[in-house]
C-alpha cells in the first residue's frame, strides 16, 4: 500500500542549521528533475 | 516570480506571509531538511513523525508521497527547503516559457511515472482535492480518507479536525505491526480509533473512509 499525502506548502519551516542543499537527482521519482527545476527555477525567479 | 512586484498576487497570499514568500528567491542556496521536518501544519503534527521508530520511517520513506506546487511529488524523507507554494498557482510568466498552471502541469509530468512506481498497489489517499488532481490512481485501487464529525446526528466537515485525521490515521499505519494492504485491514486498524463506514467504489468514485468523531 502506498499513502498519498498532502503538503503543508502554507506551512513550511526552513532548518537553521542545516547544510545541505536542494539536489533534484536526490528526489525519489528523479525523471521528474528537469520539470522540477523548471518549476524551482520560475518560482525563485 | 517571487521576486516579481505581483507575488503576493500570483501566489494567492496574504500580505502577512511575504516574508515566506520571500524564502522562494533562495529555494537553490537553503538548507534543504527532510519533508517530514520541513511540513509543519496539522496533518504532520498529528502524523508525529519525529517519534516514529527507525522501521516506521523506513516504512514512510518507501510507502509515502507528498504532493507538492513545487516538486510534483517527494518521498517522506526528501530533503526540501522551506518555501510557499501551492498547488493552484499559475506560473505563466509574462514572456517566455514557465510550467504554467501547476495543477495542470504537475498532471501531464506525474502520469506515467506514478502510474508505474503505484502499479497494482492500494493508495491511502489523505490528499486535499486540490492536489488529489494532480494524479488520480483507478477508483478500485484508491481509498479516500474523509473526516466528520457528528453532533446530535448531523455530520459535518470541519478542516482542521480533518487534517488532524489523516495525519493521525497515517502515523497509525506507519506505526502497525503489520500495514494494512486492502481497505478492509485499513478499516479494521482506523476503527480502534473512529467509527468508521466504509463506501466501496462505484463507477470512477474511489471507495471512501468515513472517520467519525463525535463533535
Not at chain 2, 34 to 40: C, F, G, K, M, R
Not at chain 2, 184 to 198: T, Y
Request: glycine share 10%; with cysteine; proline share 7%.
Amino acid at each position: 500500500m502506498l499513502i498519498f499525502l498532502p503538503p503543508s506548502e502554507g506551512k513550511t519551516a526552513p532548518d537553521p542549521d542545516g547544510t545541505a542543499r536542494l539536489d533534484l537527482d536526490s528526489l525519489i521519482l528523479p525523471e521528474l528533475a528537469e520539470q522540477r527545476r523548471t518549476a524551482v527555477d520560475a518560482s525563485s525567479g | 516570480m517571487s521576486r516579481q512586484s505581483d507575488a503576493q498576487e500570483i501566489l494567492k497570499v496574504g500580505a502577512k506571509v511575504m516574508g515566506e514568500v520571500e524564502r522562494n528567491q533562495q529555494l537553490w542556496e537553503a538548507p534543504a531538511a527532510p519533508a517530514h521536518d520541513v511540513y509543519t501544519g496539522v496533518l504532520f503534527e498529528a502524523l508525529g513523525a519525529p517519534d516514529l521508530s527507525a522501521t516506521a520511517l523506513g516504512r514512510a520513506a518507501e510507502k509515502v508521497l507528498v504532493f507538492s506546487g513545487l516538486f510534483g511529488a517527494t518521498s517522506f524523507t526528501d530533503r526540501i527547503p522551506a518555501y510557499r507554494l501551492s498547488m493552484g498557482v499559475d506560473l505563466s510568466p509574462a514572456a517566455g516559457d514557465g510550467p504554467g498552471r501547476l495543477g495542470g502541469y504537475w498532471r501531464g509530468a506525474l502520469a506515467e511515472p506514478l502510474r508505474e512506481r503505484v502499479g497494482d498497489q492500494l493508495v491511502l489517499d489523505c490528499r486535499s482535492s486540490g492536489y488529489a488532481a494532480a494524479y488520480r490512481p483507478h477508483p478500485e485501487q484508491t481509498l479516500v480518507v474523509n473526516s466528520f464529525t457528528e453532533r446530535e446526528g448531523t455530520r459535518k466537515v470541519v478542516t482542521h479536525f480533518a487534517k488532524h485525521a489523516r495525519g493521525e490515521l497515517t502515523g497509525m499505519v506507519l506505526r502497525a505491526e503489520q500495514m494494512p494492504e486492502t481497505v478492509d485491514q485499513v478499516a479494521e486498524l482506523a476503527a480502534e480509533r473512529w467509527d468508521v463506514e466504509v463506501r466501496p467504489a462505484a463507477g470512477r468514485t474511489p471507495h471512501q473512509l468515513d472517520l467519525i468523531a463525535a463533535g
